[in-house]
Each structure stands twice: as structure tokens, then as C-alpha cells.
């Protein structure tokens, strides 16, 4: 029986280990992150790996802050697995680690390889406009996702898609990919393939500024940003000198019966051009965007019609 270490944290990689369980494999170990605080009251919560591994009845669970200096690394050689199975797990494996199964150790990554190598392929799939993206199962080496590909799937991304919504699809196509691939890897029968360097790209993971809608980007790349940050961080501008996040937008549809589209030409981008029930119209580099679901400081998020109900934002307000 194929003896299995299985390392990953977020939901994304819950089906690929309860793929494993179902299919009668036997994992002996999990490894994931260390639970964080969570929610406004800073819970201590279990990642969600470490929360279905217990449900399973898993009880050996490692979480090391920090891989590379913990004695996890002599833990798994002791326990000699055959073949060590990531999904964004969260830190690079380190060659000693690399070393330790006889059939190697594989990642499921959130992406097209080589394209989308790091961290937040998801999110920035979208963000950058894709029109499609995938799941690559590959082998793992020390650089960073550089590993020799193994098998692939690939998953078109719609205007509907949000972070939220590509991530459980692709968790779901990365572990049927996952329960595709592993007989014939075990086997011994896989041919991978080596990335092409020069096709190579990055997707680092997120930080604050990736957040903040700068207006003067056109109406695609605000409406592509916003989606590439739900439901997770969500995007935010600045409205009276305070954060004011935006959760949702639309695309407008213009005609050329719109006796206003000279004058909202002419606005600064982040004008507010308009303000009703149906959404808040802003300015963009190109055209406009509107807003849909929002959510001003110190309060959750609402839907516009909520929001405009206070009155408070009016037209010709500039958002920075």
C-alpha cells in the first residue's frame, strides 16, 4: 500500500485530500500551516486541511511555522512515505525534504504551467484578464513551481468567475486531475515534461496595493481587478478620507442615444457620475464602471441600493 504524506492549507486543497481518502490511499501524515487568529474576534482556527484531516480521523497533523528549520522535516523521513502530495501549501520544500520519497514529491498548482508560478495564480489569472486558466500536476523541485510537468487541465474563466468561484472550481478539477494522474505515476508509466523557461511568469502573492483601484485604468482592468480579489480581500478606493471597499461592479452598456457621454468624458476619472438604486457610476481611464456592493468604513458590506438609501454620496463626488 502507497504510503502518502499530504501537505496543503486552504480549501483549495481539501478535495485532493479527500480524493486520497476515498480512493483508499493511505495517508499517514498531514502537514499545513499553523492555525491562525480569524474574524474580527481573532479566533483561533484550524486551517482547513488540518480541520478535514481530523475529520477523517487523521491525528497526525504537523504544523511548522517555518518548514526548513523544523524537526518536521526528520518526522516524515522516520515515517518514510513513498510519494509526498502538495496543494498549496504555502511554503517552498526544501531538497532535504525533496530527498525523502521514493516516487518523489508532486504539486497540484492552481495554474497553467509555466505561466502563473507563485502564489496567487487564481487571483491574478483574473486580474490580468484570462481568458482561461487550469491545474498543473507536476514534479517538485527546489526552485519555485519550476518542477517537471506531469498532467494538465483546462478551466475557462467567465466574466460570472470570481477568485471564490475559480478557486472551488479548480480545487475540484485539481483533485479528479489528481485521481487521473496518481495510477499511472505510481506505475511508474508518466513521461513529464519539462517548462519552457522562456514562457515562464509570475504570480506573486498579493499585497495591499494590488487592492487599490487607481481610476484611471480602464473599465475591463477595474472590473477584472475587483473580481480577482472577491471574496477574499475585496478591492477599495477612498471616500472622504476613509477606506471604502468595493465588493462587486458591472459593466455599464452605453448608447449612442446617451446624451451624457460627452460629459462624463470630460469628468477626472473616480468622478461619481451617478447614483441610484441600480449602482453608483465612476469614472474610469476609458469609460465608466459601477459599483454594486460596497462597504464604507466601519460598516459590513451592503448592496448599493442599501447604500444609497443614506443619501450620503452624491454626484460629482471624486473617489482617490
Known sequence: MTKIVFMGTPQFAVPSLQMLLTEGYTVAAVVTQPDRPVGRKRVLTPTPVKQAA????????????????????????????????????????PKALLDIPRQGCINVHGSLLPGYRGGAPIQRSIMNGE??????????????????MISRVEVPITDADNAGTLFDKLSTEGAELLRRTLPELL?????????????????PNLKREDERLDWTRSTRELFNQVRGLVPFSGAFTTWNEEVFKVWATAVPVTSDADTSITAKLDAVPGTVLTVS????????????????????????????????????????????
Open 54 to 93: 481530523l475529520d477523517n480521523g487523521i491525528t497526525t497533523v504537523w504544523q511548522p511555522e517555518k518548514l526548513r528549520t523544523s524537526e518536521t522535516i526528520e518526522h516524515i523521513r522516520e515515517l518514510a512515505p513513498d510519494l509526498i502530495v502538495t496543494a498549496a501549501y504555502g511554503q517552498i520544500l
Open 187 to 203: 506505475a511508474g508509466s508518466v513521461q513529464a515534461e519539462a517548462q519552457d523557461e522562456t514562457l515562464a511568469t509570475y504570480a
Open 131 to 148: 481568458p482561461k486558466t487550469g491545474v498543473t500536476i507536476m514534479y517538485m523541485a527546489e526552485g519555485m513551481d519550476t518542477g517537471d
Open 277 to 320: 438604486e441600480d449602482g453608483i457610476e465612476v469614472k474610469t481611464g476609458d469609460a465608466s464602471i459601477w459599483l454594486t456592493e460596497v462597504q464604507p468604513a466601519g460598516k459590513k458590506a451592503m448592496s448599493v441600493r442599501d447604500f444609497v438609501r443614506g443619501g450620503k454620496m452624491t454626484p460629482g463626488t471624486v473617489l482617490l
